[in-house]
């Protein structure tokens, strides 16, 4: 690990202005990214302003009936919180889909968004990575592919976003609140805040630099059942093969994102329109366009299992 200076924020917004004058500077909460990436130096921050101390650890209700959560709310603390688990319950399912309960102890709201879109070839500093070194090239395409992106791929990148979390975000059409160095502030969609990775896949989200996560605001619950299933290699502590988000109405209507598949969570309008058609009209929309690769072409047949699952299981779950 090399060398680095530190300090602590008193106020988000002298966080962000911070980070946004000091070369090389990077956020740090809960670390259980980060350090791992510093540890094996593909992440070399010269400066670690350390936002612990900010006052961005809790849930609160919102005025018109939603859910603002702080972006320092641990996942555990998130996942077991009464409001998220009666009214938001595919949210507290996916978080306790994730890593592992000593993970989910430190790892933040706003770090679990900012995860690295990453695969073991973002590690290996031996391999071409394009993420890494911009314009290196992506040995993934030709490696071993098996666990990687299916949709919204390109031929620079096809790493798989990692997060659950964001997947039921994505589903309950969350809003990113952040801060600037100016002290302005903004909310982005979740629709909106990660980028495919086109020619540039190290740039992974929409915000600027300095730009810091300062809550997450959900909607007013909209009812119905929640599911959330993952499918992966080993039952604990490891990223989705695929994974399915539902909210299902009771009229046969609702929504639906996979994770495991794509750059981002990945919801498709036109396929949650065709749920009450059945299972089969709805994998067909929310796959179309995948380019698979022969190590990951199971994903296809792997996604239509797990949704056709997931729909047949939703009128038989609580909400």
Not at 54 to 63: G, I, K, N, Q
Not at 71 to 99: C, F, I, K, M, P
Not at 164 to 177: Q, S, T, Y
Request: aromatic share 4%; glycine share 8%; charged share 15%.
């Amino acid at each position: 690990m090399r060398v680095f200076s530190y300090q602590k924020a008193a106020t988000p917004a002298e966080a962000a202005a911070a980070a946004l004058h000091t070369p090389g500077a990077r956020f740090i909460a809960g670390g259980t990214n980060l350090l791992d990436l510093m540890k094996l130096e593909i992440e070399t921050p010269a400066h670690l302003i350390d936002v612990n101390g900010l006052a961005l650890d809790t849930v609160e209700m919102t005025a018109d009936g939603g859910l603002r959560i702080g972006a320092l709310v641990r996942n555990t603390a998130l996942a077991a919180h009464a409001t998220v688990r009666r009214d938001y319950g595919v949210l507290s399912r996916a978080l306790l889909a994730g890593a592992s309960a000593q993970l989910r102890n430190k790892a933040t709201t706003a770090g679990n968004l900012l995860q690295r879109t990453r695969c073991a070839y973002f590690y290996d500093t031996h391999q071409a990575c394009n993420k890494r070194v911009p314009g290196s090239g992506c040995s993934a395409i030709a490696g071993f592919s098996r666990p990687l992106a299916i949709l919204g791929g390109s031929e620079a990148c096809i790493a798989t976003h990692p997060s659950d979390m964001a997947v039921a975000m994505r589903v309950l059409d969350a809003g990113i609140d952040t801060v600037r160095a100016d002290g302005s502030t903004r909310s982005i969609p979740i629709a909106d805040f990660y980028r495919l990775p086109g020619n540039t896949p190290q740039l992974e989200t929409l915000l600027q630099p300095g730009e810091l996560i300062t809550s997450v605001t959900l909607p007013p619950p909209v009812g119905g059942t929640h599911v959330y299933r993952k499918v992966r290699d080993r039952a604990s502590y490891a990223f989705a093969l695929v994974s399915v988000a539902a909210i299902v109405l009771p009229n046969g209507t609702g929504r639906l994102a996979l994770g495991g598949v794509a750059p981002q969570p990945w919801r498709v309008l036109a396929a949650e329109q065709a749920m009450p058609d059945g299972a089969a009209a709805v994998s067909e929309r929310l796959l179309a366009g995948a380019k698979p690769t022969a190590d990951n072409a199971f994903k296809l047949v792997l996604a239509q299992r797990t949704i056709a699952a997931v729909m047949a299981q939703a009128p038989d779950q609580k909400g």
